[in-house]
């Protein structure tokens, strides 16, 4: 996330990322209610909110009538405000959405590719991020990507489900102008669907809360007021590769014994006696949609029981308040519910039995990675030198 502002510019910002951080946590809230957030006078607010407006940042619109009393007004982005793009490249297709200060993304391409075409979708979402920037040249002021794979420092160095080391992503801002300069902000997809919970989500009044999302593999990330602990080089949360598993697996990674072949739709299929689908998430939905022999039953709970036992490990090692479960996760539980809840309370500590951490549906489910990466952008749009350097652009 974004350094704390030095510069006087950036300083002169600070109570403006403030109440846009207000505004982004709390869709619709007034002003009234925002300068009591804040703990600054109404006077204050109207003023810090007139400045806003003719930066084009915040937008008012009539609050509903709430009888006697003096009128307020609801806080909003403003239509000629800064947008953000946010790439969600999965391990079987792609989506590049735009977003506005409320948060909310919008769809405006999407690809699918297998294992032999991950670079020319890369190229396609470079000529997709290429489009939607020149659009809206002016506006769009950050570029998120959420990959399913590790990133580390800022350069994804494995992408375990096509088998490739050091994947070069430069190739997405290949098709922006060179004048463009857009920040572009790299991070794990288990990691931004784990953000997304924390700020918008069933995690959203936790201090504390552990996320995990199964699509192929699973991943996860421990969030602490609000922010992802990503670890020295920001590739903390590859729960996946934990020896939770199989020691007779090979894992994708290489080694033996991960968490991840035994909680998918790969571990599914190989319960079920089927050969490992090339997409294990639309393999998942795909058997839960349809008939459930005793054979399917069986695997599910297979399934179930490994992943409730990993989750206990896990409550364990982090002790957090919520446990929130994305992507085919919470399909995946629900459909063995018994199964996963005894394991999950077997894998726990005798302390922590009388009580243990719930382990909620993730309320973004697969859209979290998405969500996570409009997030991750808009922080930077909204700190104070980004604020800043919206300001210098448009020669207020």
Not at 3 to 16: C, N, Y
Request: hydrophobic share 40%; with cysteine.
């Amino acid at each position: 996330m974004s350094d704390e502002p030095r510069s006087p510019a950036q300083l002169r910002w600070l109570g403006a990322a403030q109440l846009l951080d207000t505004v982004r946590s709390a869709p619709g809230i007034t002003r009234a209610a925002a300068a009591n957030r804040l703990g600054i006078s109404s006077g204050s607010a109207t003023d810090l909110v007139a400045r806003l407006r003719q930066a084009r940042l915040l937008d008012e619109a009539p609050a509903p009538a709430q009888g006697r009393g003096r009128p307020t007004t609801l806080l909003r982005p403003h239509p000629g405000g800064p947008l953000v793009l946010a790439a969600d490249v999965r391990a079987t297709g792609w989506r590049l959405a735009v977003a506005a200060l409320d948060g909310i993304p919008r769809i405006v391409a999407e690809g699918v590719y297998d294992d032999a075409g991950l670079d020319t979708a890369l190229g396609d979402l470079a000529d997709a991020i290429g489009s939607a920037y020149r659009r809206k040249a002016k506006q769009v002021s950050a570029l998120g990507v959420s990959v399913a794979g590790t990133v580390s420092d800022g350069r994804l160095v494995q992408f375990t489900p096509h088998r490739r080391r050091d994947v070069d992503l430069s190739v997405l801002t290949s098709k922006l102008p060179r004048r463009a300069a857009l920040p572009v902000l790299l991070c794990n997809d288990a990691t931004l669907a784990g953000l997304a919970e924390a700020r918008s989500g069933a995690a959203e009044v936790a201090g504390t809360s552990l996320h995990l999302i199964v699509a192929t593999g699973i991943g996860g990330a421990l969030v602490v007021d609000r922010e992802p602990v990503s670890g020295t080089h920001g590739a903390a949360g590859e729960y996946g590769h934990i020896p939770f598993g199989d020691p007779a697996l090979t894992c994708l990674c290489g080694a033996r014994g991960c968490w991840d072949p035994t909680v998918d739709g790969r571990a599914l299929a190989r319960h079920r006696g089927d050969a490992e689908p090339q997409d294990p998430v639309e393999y998942v939905h795909r058997i839960l949609s349809g008939h459930r022999d005793a054979v399917t039953q069986r695997a599910l709970e297979a399934v179930a029981v490994s992943l409730g036992r990993g989750i206990g490990g896990l409550v364990n090692l982090h002790d957090p308040e919520v446990v929130t479960l994305g992507g085919v996760g919470a399909p995946l539980r629900a459909a063995a519910a018994h199964a996963f809840d005894t394991a999950y309370r077997d894998g726990l500590m005798n302390f922590r039995r009388d009580s243990p951490p719930p382990v909620l549906d993730a309320e973004h489910g697969e859209e979290g990675p998405l969500h996570g990466a409009v997030a991750m952008a808009l922080d930077d749009v909204t700190s104070p030198a980004g604020l800043a350097n919206w300001v210098a652009r448009q020669n207020f």
